[in-house]
């Protein structure tokens, strides 16, 4: 979190993009996140940020042009074409901070759980 945070002082983050289909370069020790920044200006509206969850390996886009062109028009319109190929969660910067103050982690948000939001007051019974 102390790099997304550090990227945020000067940056808004546009989109997430992480692999759901193993690791894309064989060396790394850790996951590969692939970020889209635009630099913060003072007339910026509150910024969202779109996490894309690729359902293909970098091997299976490079053997198949059409997906490979559906997941970049995807991510250039900033809409889910083929959920095969990627799935598209978008959440505003209070939502993020809403979520991610329930404790639940930052790779969480690759999926649809804006819906915790919707229930963190409520009570239920044990």
Partial sequence: MKFVNALKQRYNIKQVHISGKGRWFKKCRRGNYDYRLRKKR???????????????????????????NTLINSALLSSELNRNIARLSTYSESQMEGLL???ICYNALFHDVDWLLDVKNKNYPD
């Fill in 101 to 103: 103050n329930l404790n």
């Fill in 42 to 68: 003072k007339d910026d509206e509150r910024p969202h940020t779109d996490f894309w969850l690729w359902n293909l390996s970098l091997e299976q886009l490079s053997e198949n042009s059409e997906d490979e």
